[in-house]
């Protein structure tokens, strides 16, 4: 299933695999765990039996689904948009394979109009399986990094061929300073949100924003979380970061 986003930095989600694992602390409060266990009470098969009820509520159970049906829909879409590949999975999980992993592959490129996003914490095994991927232009590829204990996932990241590279600094849980951002191309900070959400120092983003500004790295704030985002909004310092990397428009490869 695609649907339209709500997410600050996208405008489609596309979600060809379903299910995950926690990996680090960033998965606490995962919103794609709820959401899955509200999909499949609401009947979504797709979903069906991929989370387990812990003390917080959903958690994943490492069950792995993978929607074939759901390969050719982005060429059904005529109209170029930009599109986060896996909000509700990760797709280098180690168990979705790597012929599944092409294929989805083989959908961005033949559907040169859109732009793709794909986050991964699994950067390792982005790196890993690098040379077996055909990276086009039009898809973007980034990594999670919530605290200083995860950086090491931006060297993965840096040694890929992916021709756009992007960091994901959210759900912000602690200060990075002094990133390494040679060969990143495009910076997106932000705080915790919705239940049991835990609190971003501004000083952290601060530092984020100063160092991306002084890399020439373009910068996206997303918001400051908390119960409620929409209340404590994106402002940071009295303006608005809505950068994107210059390419923002999908290319051939």
């Given at each position: 299933?695609?649907?339209?986003?709500t997410?600050?930095?996208?405008?489609?989600?596309?979600?060809?695999?379903?299910?995950?694992?926690?990996?680090?602390?960033?998965?606490?409060?995962?919103?794609?765990?709820?959401?899955?266990?509200?999909?499949e009470?609401?009947?979504?098969?797709?979903?069906?039996?991929?989370?387990?009820?812990?003390?917080?509520?959903?958690?994943?159970?490492?069950?792995?689904?993978?929607?074939?049906?759901?390969?050719?829909?982005?060429?059904?879409?005529?109209?170029?948009?930009?599109?986060?590949?896996?909000?509700?999975?990760?797709?280098?999980?180690q168990?979705v394979?790597?012929?599944?992993?092409?294929?989805?592959?083989?959908?961005?490129?033949?559907t040169?109009?859109?732009?793709?996003?794909?986050?991964?914490?699994?950067?390792?095994?982005?790196?890993?399986?690098?040379?077996?991927?055909?990276?086009?232009?039009?898809?973007?590829?980034?990594?999670?990094?919530?605290?200083?204990?995860?950086?090491?996932?931006?060297?993965?990241?840096?040694?890929?061929?992916a021709?756009?590279k992007?960091?994901?600094?959210?759900?912000?849980?602690?200060?990075?300073?002094?990133?390494?951002?040679?060969?990143?191309?495009?910076?997106?900070?932000?705080?915790?949100?919705?239940?049991?959400?835990?609190?971003?120092?501004?000083d952290?983003?601060?530092?984020?924003?100063?160092?991306?500004?002084?890399?020439g790295?373009?910068?996206?704030?997303?918001?400051?979380?908390?119960?409620?985002?929409?209340?404590?909004?994106?402002?940071?310092?009295?303006r608005?970061w809505?950068?994107?990397?210059?390419?923002?428009?999908?290319?051939?490869?």
């Amino acid at each position: 299933m695609a649907t339209n986003s709500t997410i600050e930095w996208t405008q489609s989600t596309w979600n060809p695999v379903a299910g995950c694992t926690v990996v680090s602390p960033g998965c606490v409060n995962c919103y794609a765990m709820r959401l899955s266990r509200r999909l499949e009470a609401m009947g979504q098969s797709k979903y069906e039996g991929l989370t387990r009820i812990g003390r917080g509520g959903a958690v994943w159970n490492g069950r792995i689904r993978l929607d074939e049906e759901s390969l050719s829909l982005p060429a059904k879409w005529s109209s170029g948009r930009m599109i986060f590949v896996n909000s509700m999975s990760d797709l280098f999980h180690q168990s979705v394979p790597l012929e599944y992993i092409q294929r989805v592959f083989d959908t961005m490129r033949r559907t040169r109009q859109h732009t793709y996003q794909i986050l991964t914490k699994r950067a390792a095994r982005l790196e890993q399986l690098d040379d077996a991927i055909d990276w086009p232009a039009n898809v973007w590829m980034g990594v999670s990094v919530e605290s200083s204990d995860y950086r090491s996932r931006i060297d993965h990241l840096r040694r890929t061929g992916a021709k756009i590279k992007f960091l994901s600094l959210e759900p912000l849980l602690g200060p990075l300073d002094r990133l390494e951002l040679n060969g990143i191309d495009w910076v997106i900070a932000g705080g915790e949100s919705g239940p049991g959400s835990r609190p971003v120092d501004p000083d952290w983003v601060r530092s984020i924003r100063d160092q991306c500004v002084t890399s020439g790295v373009t910068f996206h704030f997303k918001q400051w979380g908390g119960p409620n985002k929409k209340k404590t909004g994106r402002l940071l310092d009295g303006r608005t970061w809505d950068q994107f990397p210059l390419t923002a428009t999908a290319t051939s490869p």
